[in-house]
């Protein structure tokens, strides 16, 4: 066997100090990694050549691997071996030359910690056939070594509930990792989708998802390709923080987070997910708006889009234009909750204003009906971003509570876990509570605007509050109540002008 063969060098196994292990198995083991153990094991490498040893046959009795050519193996061996951050541990039967075990120590590079290491062991499954010879523990054990002698700073290890109390004897502590548990839900629910049963991959209609399970993206993100790493924590996002403050069944416990992404519409614009799936990108270079608008977001703006399947059955589903009050009123709810004090209000149609002057957030919704034979749905995305913690050119919300010295900053992930709470709720609620909150936080009460038709002639007329579509509803000074809709119409609302292109209605008694 070439060093070629090998995903990385055998002597970092061979080199391990196992002077311990007379006391940790029953069987006399003095170097696993050179030495032959139960006459015929040995631990190694993987080595390429293992696409014909059963390597994949291994993995299939852990999870789904799906059919995987030679030349795609091979492809993605090359990967993680020119990476160097890839330690695919196996068990050989030296008699029958297949692999009976095998187990995964990945390295992720940091920056804290004097850019110290930190590593995750993965993948550890044994033959069926060979279980009961404590080959598990010894592949965690040698692998524990080796995150050792890396000196990560820190070793995790995914694993299901019942597998807990087995690896707490190598020191691991349970720690509920839920965004990668949601995102193996997600992972669940991609592959009925997948267009390639062979593929991880999910074409949106502008961007391609790749969902990567234990094994590095095929290649760079890109304004049309977005890896999603399932098993890896979220290195921008405190999840600790984030679920801490979070206590829906459904929004927002499935999360995909980036850095930097293109738009986090676009993750969601494609086939159905799931409901309460939600997008958070640290900054976007396209960002969705109104009429097709398109912006850059700086760091410090709070942004997600999130999925939501709406019964049209459903009261809520009768009437879904009343979706963007709804995410109005959760946010507004979520920042009063966390102090109570701002004077943070909403304006119509989608707009979110502070001291009813200033603008730190908007809402924009999509949405697309999905049939089947059982019932109809509504898919909405929705996407929110909210100025939290950049006060250029105008203010953001923390700005304006660091002006009290004794009221606390809002934190990015408890932001969101705050909104995502109010949301459920009031989804689930009765409509006449929404609409009570509207009222009581919208900027629009009595307001006298002057409308403008089509043909430019003006009228003037009174607010008079929202319809049951949430549309807008105004009176003319002759008793003409008209429904303004937000598509095709100007709104200057704030200097009390509304445009739009067909005002119809009918003259009250």
């Not at 403050?245 to 738009?263: A, F, P």
């Not at 097709?292 to 709070?302: D, I, K, M, Q, R």
């Given at each position: ?141 040698i692998l524990v070594k080796l995150a050792k ?209 200033i603008k730190l957030g908007g809402i924009i ?81 009595n307001v006298n605007v002057t409308i403008v ?57």
């Amino acid at each position: 066997m070439t060093a070629e063969e090998a995903l990385f060098d055998r002597s970092l196994l061979t080199q391990l100090d196992y002077s311990d292990f007379s006391s940790q198995f029953k069987q006399s083991i003095i170097n696993p990694a050179r030495d032959l153990f139960y006459d015929s094991l040995i631990v190694r490498p993987l080595h390429v050549s293992d696409y014909e040893h059963g390597f994949l046959d291994i993995l299939k009795q852990l999870t789904t691997v799906g059919d995987i050519s030679k030349e795609s193996f091979q492809k993605r061996f090359n990967r993680m071996k020119a990476s160097g951050e890839y330690f695919v541990s196996v068990i050989e039967d030296t008699h029958t030359h297949q692999v009976v075990g095998t187990a995964t120590l990945v390295l992720e590079q940091k920056f804290i910690h004097e850019c110290a290491l930190k590593g995750k062991i993965e993948d550890v499954v044994v033959h069926d056939t060979y279980r009961g010879k404590e080959l598990g523990k010894l592949l965690i054990v040698i692998l524990v070594k080796l995150a050792k002698h890396f000196k990560c700073y820190k070793l995790a290890l995914d694993c299901a509930d019942h597998m807990v109390p087995f690896y707490a004897t190598f020191g691991f502590e349970k720690k509920h990792n839920l965004i990668s548990e949601s995102k193996s839900k997600l992972l669940e629910t991609a592959r009925k989708l997948y267009s390639k049963k062979n593929t991880s991959v999910i074409q949106m209609k502008k961007m391609q998802l790749e969902f990567c399970e234990g094994v590095p993206p095929s290649r760079e993100p890109s304004e049309g390709y977005l890896p999603i790493l399932v098993s890896e924590e979220e290195s921008g996002f405190n999840t600790e923080e984030y679920f801490k403050h979070l206590n829906t069944k459904k929004l927002g416990q499935v999360i995909v987070y980036s850095d930097v992404m293109s738009s986090s519409h676009n993750v969601l614009d494609g086939p159905s997910l799931l409901h309460g799936l939600t997008v958070i990108p640290r900054q976007q270079t396209q960002g969705s708006g109104r009429s097709n608008n398109v912006w850059l977001s700086p760091p410090g703006c709070a942004m997600f889009s999130m999925q939501l399947h709406i019964d049209l059955k459903s009261q809520l589903g009768k009437h879904l234009p009343l979706i963007q009050h709804i995410v109005a009123i959760s946010i507004v709810l979520a920042v009063k909750s966390f102090n109570q004090d701002i004077d943070l209000g909403i304006k119509w149609p989608n707009d979110l204003y502070v001291n009813g002057t200033i603008k730190l957030g908007g809402i924009i919704v999509t949405s697309s009906i999905l049939s089947t034979f059982e019932s109809q749905m509504a898919v909405c995305n929705i996407g929110v971003g909210m100025n939290l913690d950049n006060a250029h050119p105008t203010s953001c919300l923390n700005s304006i509570f660091s002006s009290n010295p004794a009221s606390p900053l809002l934190s990015y992930e408890q932001y969101f876990a705050l909104v995502f709470n109010n949301l459920e709720k009031l989804m689930e609620g009765d409509f006449d509570e929404i609409y009570d909150l509207y009222y009581k936080h919208w900027l629009h009460t009595n307001v006298n605007v002057t409308i403008v038709s089509e043909r430019g002639e003006a009228q003037q007329a009174k607010i008079i509050g929202i319809d049951d579509f949430g549309f807008l509803s105004v009176r003319s000074e002759e008793g003409y109540i008209f429904s303004v809709r937000p598509d095709g119409n100007t709104f200057d609302m704030l200097n009390g002008l509304i445009a739009p292109k067909h005002p119809t209605g009918v003259k009250t008694v």
